[in-house]
């Protein structure tokens, strides 16, 4: 069993910034990409970055420029420091990260974390 602690989130005002992190625990041979997908009310789950575990990214539009996600390997963790931000950046964001697991044949399972809220409003 694998497991996503995000933390980081909270309230802040309008160009303020916040940064996220996620730490996966468990037993799992590696993980290949991490990334954070947000989820604002009414809205459907969209993506903001991944980034593999060789350290290539991938942003959202709507991220690019503010947004930058890294992650240390040896920790198991992932980030997204958040720049400048907007109240439109409100959601819950939320960890994923592709786990390559071992039971009896090795298999690669997505991993979910159970959010953090990100507020921004002034």
């Not at 995000?6 to 802040?12: A, I, Q, Y």
């Not at 990214?57 to 958040?82: Q, W």
């Not at 819950?92 to 409003?121: F, K, L």
């Amino acid at each position: 069993q694998v497991q996503l602690v995000e933390s980081g989130g909270g309230l802040v005002q309008p160009g303020g910034s916040l940064r996220l992190s996620c730490t996966a625990s468990g037993s799992f041979l590696s993980i290949n990409a991490m990334g954070w997908y947000r989820q604002a009310p009414g809205k459907e789950r969209e993506l903001v970055a991944t980034i593999t575990s060789g350290g290539t990214t991938n942003y959202a539009d709507s991220a690019k420029g503010r947004f930058t996600i890294s992650r240390d390997n040896a920790k198991n963790t992932v980030y997204l420091e958040m720049n400048s931000l907007k109240p439109e950046d409100t959601a819950v964001y939320s960890c994923n990260a592709v786990v390559v697991i071992y039971t009896y044949y090795r298999r690669v399972v997505n991993y979910w974390g159970q959010g953090t809220q990100v507020t921004v409003s002034s």
